[in-house]
């Protein structure tokens, strides 16, 4: 059986043909057939290609500088995108996500009301603005609060979230120990793929967490 992660990388195809035809009404998320391990086995190369520096600003910045979320089709949103895929027994009222069960990876926890889960961007987004994302336009900040392709959005529990705020690896880490692999792989896979820096204490923390990681079972 596949992994959650290996569901949210299967999928992401899917889910962004969904974004493309929201004006025609929400699709339903089709499971496809078990994908092979993500680019993770070169996680490690990446990260080496990453640009150390120190961390930008705050001056500027805001959520609304990078417009959350987007609509999907009629009366839902990337939001319930994702609530759909990263979820079971999912309860649709039209292409709202009104119910289902969900694993938090994070923590453990397990969440059946929707209204407790929360949407976490894998790296925040005032961590972005710090590290790169100021110098984006709006459009752009939004492709990445958005971004369903790359390993950006999970769904987590709002505790899980909220203690992570906008913290780098170096700063705090999930409580889970067994998805330390998974969660440094997908921090370094979306700063690789958006050009974002990283600090010294970040890269030490990553590397550090993906020390030992088997990618035959960590995909």
Same mark, same amino acid.
């Given at each position: 059986?596949?992994?959650?992660?290996?569901a949210?990388?299967?999928?992401?195809a899917?889910?962004?043909?969904? #974004?493309?035809?929201?004006a025609? /009404?929400? @699709?339903p998320? +089709?499971d496809?057939?078990?994908?092979?391990?993500?680019? %993770?086995g070169n996680?490690?190369?990446?990260?080496?290609?990453?640009?150390?520096?120190?961390? /930008?600003?705050?001056?500027?910045?805001? *959520?609304?500088?990078?417009?959350h979320?987007?609509?999907t089709?009629?009366n839902?949103? +990337?939001?319930?995108?994702?609530? @759909?895929?990263?979820?079971?027994? =999912?309860?649709?009222?039209?292409?709202?996500?009104? /119910?289902?069960?969900?694993?938090?990876?994070?923590?453990?926890?397990v969440?059946?009301d929707?209204?407790?889960?929360? =949407?976490?961007?894998?790296?925040?987004?005032?961590?972005?603005?710090?590290?790169?994302a100021?110098?984006?336009?709006?459009?752009?900040?939004?492709?990445?609060?958005?971004?369903?392709t790359?390993?950006?959005?999970?769904?987590?529990? #709002?505790?899980?979230?909220?203690?992570?705020?906008?913290?780098?690896?170096? @700063?705090?880490?999930? %409580?889970?120990?067994?998805?330390?692999? @998974?969660?440094?792989?997908?921090? +370094?896979?979306?700063?690789?793929?958006? *050009?974002?820096?990283? !600090?010294?204490?970040?890269?030490?923390?990553? !590397?550090?967490?993906?020390?030992?990681?088997?990618?035959?079972?960590?995909?």
């Open positions: 059986m596949r992994t959650k992660s290996e949210r990388a299967g999928l992401a899917a889910l962004t043909a969904v #974004l493309a035809l929201g025609a /009404g929400c @699709q998320v +089709v496809e057939p078990d994908a092979p391990p993500s680019a %993770a996680v490690n190369k990446q990260l080496g290609e990453l640009t150390v520096a120190a961390a /930008g600003s705050m001056k500027g910045y805001s *959520r609304s500088r990078f417009p979320w987007r609509d089709g009629k839902c949103d +990337v939001r319930d995108s994702v609530l @759909q895929r990263d979820g079971e027994s =999912i309860k649709l009222s039209g292409c709202n996500v009104v /119910g289902g069960r969900w694993e938090s990876a994070y923590d453990g926890l969440l059946t929707p209204a407790d889960v929360d =949407i976490d961007h894998v790296v925040p987004l005032a961590n972005a603005w710090r590290s790169g100021d110098e984006w336009d709006d459009s752009k900040r939004g492709d990445f609060a958005n971004d369903l790359r390993p950006q959005l999970i769904a987590v529990s #709002l505790r899980s979230n909220r203690a992570k705020g906008d913290q780098d690896p170096s @700063q705090w880490k999930p %409580a889970n120990k067994s998805y330390w692999c @998974q969660y440094a792989a997908d921090w +370094v896979t979306v700063k690789h793929y958006w *050009r974002l820096t990283v !600090t010294s204490a970040e890269k030490a923390a990553l !590397t550090d967490m993906l020390e030992g990681c088997t990618w035959a079972n960590k995909p």
